[in-house]
């Protein structure tokens, strides 16, 4: 049995193995902080970073697919950072110099996608290699021929209010079963400038699974807890309790917690430990904006078996291998 999807079709078609048939594999996003003097660099605007993790016990993630737009309102307005110069691939959405920025720098907080080789504790320094773009996302519909990618690019006036809104790919592993072993690893990164927010749509696809996409799990509360499988939020600014809204509840919470160490989840919006007057200034300037209800959809399944559609997909990928940046 093997995996049929828009990567596996065309690059990995991973063979599946009965003694992993009970591994797990599954998702996390995960704020990160962003240091003071490089969000000053990317914008006078609040600056926030966001990682999709995947944790992989007994098999190994790879492909990954989805689609996110970011909500444009009269109240919520904001981009996805590609990182100026060379640093940023305007075709891959891949930091093309990774290793050799940090924290104090506005290329660490670049937008991209990688595959599985972060430490099992990310800090960030090290990026994945065997990384293939092979389109758009085909969720929800895993082995829909994608068309090509739209990802965030650094030319022009792009890193600006009603440009690098949209995030469309279908991305993964080119040999199907590279990376490490079991931990916990970041396979995308989203930094937004601005106070708005969006819903992530996709699956990843792992070794294993019972030939099944593993959809991106729902992270938000209220109105947002009934989203669809595979919607996961990515919260505006101010939005605490993860329900969609900048509010009172959220106020409350970041209140009942000030000068004390928190955790997002308990009033630190700007993830760097503590929920304080920062915090506070966070959910006040937003205070009343929300981003409405999730999409709905039905999901899709993996396609039996490949198509002449694997094929056709297969010289695209080799389209984009042509381009693709030097490991």
Do not use: C
């Not at 990567?7 to 962003?34: E, K, M």
């Not at 006040?284 to 997909?313: H, K, M, Q």
């Amino acid at each position: 049995m093997r995996w049929v999807h828009a990567l596996g079709a065309a690059v990995a078609a991973t063979t599946l193995v009965g003694s992993v048939a009970h591994a797990t594999l599954s998702l996390n996003l995960v704020q990160i902080p962003v240091d003071p003097a490089a969000a000053n660099a990317i914008s006078s605007n609040t600056v926030r970073t966001y990682q999709l993790r995947v944790t992989q016990a007994g098999e190994k993630w790879n492909v990954g697919s989805m689609k996110v737009t970011l909500a444009a309102s009269p109240k919520l307005s904001g981009y996805f950072y590609a990182a100026s110069g060379a640093a940023h691939d305007n075709v891959l959405d891949r930091n093309q110099n990774f290793g050799t920025y940090n924290s104090t720098q506005a290329e660490f907080y670049d937008t991209w996608v990688s595959t599985p080789a972060f430490q099992a504790t990310p800090d960030g320094t090290t990026q994945g290699n065997h990384l293939n773009v092979v389109g758009s996302s085909d969720f929800p519909n895993p082995g829909a021929l994608p068309n090509a990618p739209t990802v965030p690019v650094n030319t022009g006036t792009a890193n600006s209010n009603g440009n690098n809104q949209t995030l469309d790919i279908v991305w993964g592993d080119q040999d199907g079963n590279h990376g490490p072993g079991d931990g916990t690893y970041t396979v995308a990164q989203f930094t937004i400038v601005g106070n708005t927010g969006a819903f992530i749509r996709g699956y990843s696809g792992t070794t294993a699974s019972g030939n099944s996409p593993v959809f991106f799990p729902n992270n938000g509360t209220g109105a947002i807890a009934a989203a669809s499988q595979g919607t996961m939020y990515l919260p505006i600014r101010g939005d605490v309790d993860l329900d969609g809204f900048a509010n009172q509840n959220d106020l409350n919470t970041v209140l009942g917690r000030f000068n004390k160490p928190g955790t997002p989840a308990q009033g630190d919006l700007n993830a760097d430990g503590f929920t304080n007057q920062i915090d506070l200034n966070l959910v006040l300037t937003s205070f009343g904006n929300g981003i409405g209800a999730p999409p709905a959809g039905a999901l899709g399944a993996l396609v039996p078996e490949p198509t002449i559609g694997g094929l056709v997909l297969g010289g695209m990928l080799a389209g984009f291998a042509r381009r693709r940046n030097r490991q």
